[in-house]
């Protein structure tokens, strides 16, 4: 039933891949939590955690707890932002073999001084918004599958007033885990913001900005107490971007990462995201750190814009709060585990 529901959904992402021009509401794009950021965003085969719902909501399924939850903060850094801000709040409960989940994202462009008669002034805010539920489930004992259902509001500013609109989308996720020995190899698919058009009126509607994304990682459980991930992905954009002359394969942003962790508490990640010059120019290095203190995690993230052109997302510290609950019976588990090959695979 899931895997019909994943073939639907990418075959109605094609009909709308030509259907519409332009891609609207950029900010569900933002990789929003620290942990991905700090690996350049290659998110979709990353092992399993709170936030996991913006890059594959297929990884909850194979989550090491029972539940979790994130509030992740993302400052603007263009001058005068003032309170310019992005916020992600996600969440998810795990049973045998599913998994739910739900997140809500807020995104803060400012105020604005509108003229609606000439002579009058009046401010208003510019605010957008969107929330979803998932559901995954472990198909086999190495693949699983989810789906996310999303409502998305967003605001448009025009000459002498505002008009928002409404949309209705989805995402569709597979991930693979594959043990080997201690280690594991990982690897992800994700069908994402596959929805209705933003109607504004006076025959103007945009898409949603629907993308593809394509990852792999491997994990490697030292004997030290350390561990080191590596992760690769690519994020393919199936509609123009504003301003944009259609879609190519060079405006793929490809990212590597890794990210090392010591006794399951301290971890440092670093990674890279290559953006063409000529489609989008997005090209940033990454930096992140985290800390995990029993059912606690604060992590963080700094990306520097290798690129010329203005990118309101780099050069700022984004941070994560994360909570993490683990099964009663067994209270053992109450920290994090990082990818276990064996764990919550089902019998």
Request: proline content about 4%; aromatic content about 12%.
């Amino acid at each position: 039933m899931l895997m019909r529901i994943f073939v639907g959904i990418f075959a109605f992402a094609l009909h709308f891949t030509s259907a519409y021009a332009q891609a609207a509401a950029d900010f569900l794009s933002i990789t929003p939590d620290a942990r991905a950021a700090g690996v350049g965003s290659a998110g979709a085969a990353l092992s399993p955690d709170a936030s996991a719902q913006h890059h594959n909501v297929a990884r909850y399924a194979f989550a090491p707890n029972v539940g979790g939850a994130a509030l992740s903060y993302i400052p603007w850094t263009l001058e005068n932002a003032g309170s310019m801000a992005a916020y992600y709040a996600a969440g998810f409960y795990r049973f045998e073999r599913t998994a739910v989940s739900a997140s809500v994202r807020f995104n803060n462009m400012g105020d604005i001084i509108l003229t609606p008669d000439g002579q009058n002034f009046s401010t208003q805010s510019l605010n957008d918004f969107a929330i979803d539920m998932g559901y995954s489930r472990q198909i086999t004992r190495h693949i699983s599958a989810g789906v996310a259902l999303r409502y998305v509001s967003v605001v448009r500013a025009e000459l002498g007033g505002m008009t928002s609109s409404g949309a209705v989308a989805a995402d569709v996720g597979a991930y693979f885990r594959l043990p080997v020995e201690r280690n594991a190899f990982s690897a992800g698919l994700s069908l994402a913001n596959v929805g209705t058009a933003l109607d504004y009126g006076n025959n103007l509607s945009m898409s949603l900005p629907m993308s593809l994304n394509i990852g792999a990682g491997y994990f490697f459980n030292t004997l030290n107490n350390s561990s080191l991930s590596v992760s690769l992905n690519a994020a393919q954009p199936l509609v123009a971007q504003q301003g944009g002359e259609g879609v190519s394969l060079k405006q793929s942003l490809l990212s590597a990462g890794v990210e090392y962790g010591f006794m399951q508490m301290f971890f440092a990640r670093a990674g890279y995201a290559y953006n063409s010059k000529s489609y989008g120019d997005q090209s940033h290095l990454a930096f992140g750190a985290g800390v995990l203190w029993r059912s606690i995690s604060l992590d963080a993230a700094y990306l520097y814009s290798t690129s010329k052109r203005d990118n309101a997302l780099v050069n700022v510290v984004r941070v994560t709060l994360g909570f993490v609950f683990a099964p009663l019976k067994d209270p053992k588990k109450q920290r994090l585990q990082p990818i276990n090959p064996c764990n919550s695979c089902p019998d």
